[in-house]
């Protein structure tokens, strides 16, 4: 699964290319608990942890107040090493081991894919079909095309990411945004959709068609495609941040997340460390596993091609059929990150170098462990070719920043309220009222203070537009870096110096309906808090809203996304309830 919007549970087809024939616990992470399992001997070079890459995992662990993390790294041909560190009890000080069940999340789609595949080589779908041919029953508006299964696979179908597949209300319908095979949004519906659609056609739900097709093939007997009482014993125990309406300063108070029940086909397996590294393995042979193919040569290609640009993965990577595609130091790389309500979850794999690695922590602060499964790839490699390792990157990517001296300066209220931020070498110091207070860089322009002050919201630097300087008649043009001019903190804004246009904004009495909190008891959707800021509305602060009519909203930062936000239920002129990307959410007290 995939996080957005400060709610849990968040260009082109190549299609001619790649045709297919509850309780609190303390913030200190303390020493490290540490247990390591060899499962299969090598013969070539995975025997163990390399020790660089365990020392960078307790700096990681460290670093990103991970309470436990499960590994496994593989070779082709089958050899491979499982490791565990950290604890599943932080208070008791109980370790991980490598035969807890930690949920992959969205790494799950790969799975479904691949029984896609399989249905597809045993003639039973043809991966252009549409989709309503299979589930005419599918509740889904579709302006611009015609949706079909390779649509899904790639997310490219133009429909939401994550509502209800059943709406709530009579008639509700997912509604398509996009030209299908236009562009790139990740949706965790769409792949519940093929969850349907594997069960209308295989005969068995979702859970027992990949157990059957591909867990038993593989001998990941410990593994469970469904999440809920019967595998809860063996999972690990696993924790989300204790404060659901707020952004999450990276050492802050955890909770011990409750159970859950989950067996959408978008992220609903559990599996351990070796039956990873079986999946992995059989994905290093190509699709080969221990009693041969299960999918053939022609499907694993389609399953690798790179259909459409997917910078969500990063710069230059694409998506194929539920699995990411791009290139590491020139090697063909297949990734995927999974997010669960209390997991985090990495899988990234060197078709060229023989190497894979997955990585999955037992909690959800925001990020994903991939630097622990690139340098885990990286220092295999370097292993096997007798070179040194690499030096080690940095624990946490935002915790340095380049740039800081752009954000440096004096913010000024309209009300004459002032802030200054004050720039280090590579990190930022929040100013005021005698606080000094060193700044959490969350990714963009986005940072936190970890102060009760501050706690409710990020703070959000914008930047005027960027201009364009062209060298000289005929040259193209360079865009120039946009400078920092404001900043907003919930409903407050400051400017600096640099900003050129007014400084008191229009009041919009439209929108006084709707700013508030609201919540729900749902996991995946948690709180949201709204504001207006500057005659706007902002969800968490750092999103904006588009009017489009009738109380409903787009997000202004992605005006072609799906997904909207709906404010229903006025009484004595307050919206009293917020519908989120099909998430119910009602207004509660201030707190």
């Avoid at 579709?142 to 696979?153: K, S």
């Avoid at 792949?191 to 157990?211: C, K, T």
């Avoid at 001296?405 to 009300?415: C, E, R």
Wanted: net charge negative.
């Amino acid at each position: 699964m995939q996080q957005g919007r400060g709610l849990n549970r968040r260009d082109l087809i190549a299609a001619a290319v790649c045709a297919v024939t509850a309780g609190t616990v303390g913030t200190s992470l303390g020493a490290l608990g540490t247990a390591a399992a060899s499962t299969r001997a090598s013969a070539v070079g995975v025997r163990g942890v390399p020790p660089p890459l365990a020392a960078f995992i307790a700096a990681y662990m460290a670093a990103m107040n991970a309470p436990g993390l499960t590994l496994a790294l593989v070779e082709r041909g089958g050899a491979f090493t499982t490791a565990a560190f950290g604890y599943v009890d932080r208070g008791a000080r109980t370790p991980v081991t490598t035969n807890h069940l930690f949920e992959i999340g969205s790494i799950s789609k790969s799975f479904v894919a691949l029984t896609i595949l399989q249905l597809q080589d045993e003639g039973r779908l043809a991966l252009h079909d549409p989709i309503l041919h299979h589930l005419p029953w599918l509740p889904i508006e579709t302006p611009y095309g015609e949706v079909l299964v390779h649509h899904l696979l790639t997310h490219s179908s133009g429909l939401p990411d994550d509502p209800p597949l059943f709406p709530f209300e009579p008639g509700g319908r997912a509604r398509q945004t996009f030209t299908p095979g236009a562009q790139f949004h990740y949706s965790n519906w769409g792949f519940d959709v093929l969850g349907h659609l594997i069960a209308s056609i295989d005969g068995r739900s979702w859970p027992e068609a990949v157990r059957q097709r591909l867990l038993l093939p593989l001998g990941m007997s410990a593994t469970t495609a469904t999440i809920g009482s019967a595998a809860a014993p063996r999972l690990a125990q696993s924790y989300v941040p204790l404060y659901d309406d707020r952004p999450y300063p990276r050492h802050g108070p955890l909770a011990v997340a409750g159970p859950m029940s989950f067996e959408l086909a978008s992220g609903s397996i559990a599996s351990t460390p070796a039956d990873m590294a079986r999946y992995v393995g059989m994905l290093l042979d190509g699709g080969v596993g221990p009693s041969g193919r299960l999918v053939s040569e022609a499907a694993f290609k389609a399953f690798t091609c790179p259909y459409i640009a997917a910078e969500e993965f990063g710069p230059g990577a694409s998506y194929g059929y539920g699995i990411a595609i791009d290139t590491l130091d020139g090697h063909k790389r297949l990734r995927h990150t999974g997010g669960m309500v209390s997991f985090m979850s990495s899988l990234q794999i060197d078709l060229d170098a023989g190497i894979g690695a997955f990585a999955s922590i037992n909690a959800q602060l925001g990020y994903r462990p991939n630097p622990v499964t690139q340098y885990a790839i990286r220092s295999l490699r370097a292993a096997a070719e007798a070179r040194p390792a690499p030096a080690p990157p940095a624990a946490d990517d935002d915790a340095t920043l380049a740039d800081a001296q752009a954000y440096a300066g004096l913010y000024t209220a309209p009300d004459g309220r002032r802030l200054e931020i004050e720039a280090q070498p590579h990190s930022l110091v929040l100013i005021a009222d005698g606080l000094r207070l060193p700044l959490q860089h969350l990714g963009g322009d986005l940072f936190l203070a970890d102060h009760p002050r501050f706690a409710l919201y990020p703070l959000l630097f914008g930047r005027a537009p960027a201009a364009a300087a062209g060298a000289g008649a005929g040259d193209a043009s360079v865009a120039t870096p946009a400078l920092v001019t404001d900043l907003g903190i919930g409903s407050d804004w400051f400017a600096n110096p640099r900003h050129t246009g007014p400084i008191v904004a229009a009041e919009a009495p439209e929108l006084a309906a709707y700013p508030g909190l609201y919540h729900s008891q749902d996991p995946w959707v948690g709180s949201a808090r709204v504001v207006i800021r500057r005659g706007r509305l902002w969800l968490n602060g750092m999103t904006p809203l588009e009017s489009m009519g009738n109380h409903l909203f787009r997000f202004a930062d992605e005006p072609q996304s799906p997904e909207t936000a709906e404010f229903r239920a006025l009484v004595s002129g307050r919206a009293q309830v917020l519908v989120v990307d099909g998430g119910v959410l009602r207004r509660t007290a201030e707190t």
